[in-house]
T-cell receptor, first 113, second 112 residues
Framework: AQSVSQHNHHVILSEAASLELGCNYS??????LFWYVQYPGQHLQLLLK??????LVKGIKGFEAEFIKSKFSFNLRKPSVQWSDTAEYFC???????????FGKGTHLIIQP | KAGVTQTPRYLIKTRGQQVTLSCSPI?????VSWYQQTPGQGLQFLFE???????NKGNFPGRFSGRQFSNSRSEMNVSTLELGDSALYLC???????????FGSGTRLTVV
């Protein structure tokens, strides 16, 4: 069965710090990879996605992620976080068909002003 | 364009009852998938529909079922509710599935 692992369940950073959230997936075939964010009281929003091509993907709000096939990783990065980035972040993998998305357990990010 | 609409937003049911949740996808989206979100298990895939056909189902008991109508709207049904079914149920739509999903705000189901 496919699985997605997110290394950190809780992360606390100060404003302007750099962010990297780890994500590893298990599926060995062609994968579609996603990062979603869930702000407090809001629905899941797509930050960015990777299907193919340039392994460095840029998303909304200054986020980016790098797909490293040899490491089965898709880590999320942001050079300078803001208080408004406080949210739950989910990495997900979709096999490109009818299997739906397999989500990681999520990382709760708290940005201290 | 309008997003994914889920109704109702909140629901309280008693053990043993059944419940039906509704999802209206983004106009033009033909794929609708459902997820259960709980603090302990996180987000888990329930099933996906495309053009009124269930294409895949997650690891949930048969009490969980769904359907999709010709206008792509979808419903999911949970029969014989258990306390453990208390969760946020999320619907997501996509043009064809597998290529980016837009999520609704969810239905918060509480079973008492």
């Amino acid at each position: 069965a496919q699985s997605v692992s997110q290394h950190n369940h809780h992360v606390i950073l100060s404003e302007a710090a750099s962010l990297e959230l780890g994500c590893n997936y298990s599926y060995g075939g062609t994968v579609n990879l996603f990062w979603y964010v869930q702000y407090p009281g809001q629905h899941l929003q797509l930050l960015l996605k990777y299907f193919s091509g340039d392994p460095l993907v840029k998303g909304i709000k200054g986020f980016e992620a790098e797909f490293i096939k040899s490491k089965f990783s898709f880590n999320l990065r942001k050079p300078s976080v803001q208080w408004s980035d406080t949210a739950e972040y989910f990495c997900a993998e979709g096999g490109g068909g009818a299997d739906g998305l397999t989500f990681g357990k999520g990382t709760h990010l708290i940005i201290q002003p | 364009k309008a997003g994914v609409t889920q109704t109702p937003r909140y629901l309280i049911k008693t053990r043993g009852q059944q419940v039906t949740l509704s999802c209206s996808p983004i106009s033009g989206h033909r794929s609708v998938s459902w997820y259960q979100q709980t603090p302990g298990q996180g987000l888990q895939f329930l099933f996906e529909y495309f053009s009124e056909t269930q294409r895949n189902k997650g690891n949930f008991p048969g009490r969980f079922s769904g359907r999709q109508f010709s206008n792509s709207r979808s419903e999911m049904n949970v029969s014989t509710l258990e306390l453990g079914d208390s969760a946020l149920y999320l619907c997501a739509s996509s043009l064809v599935g597998g290529h980016g999903y837009t999520f609704g705000s969810g239905t918060r189901l509480t079973v008492v």
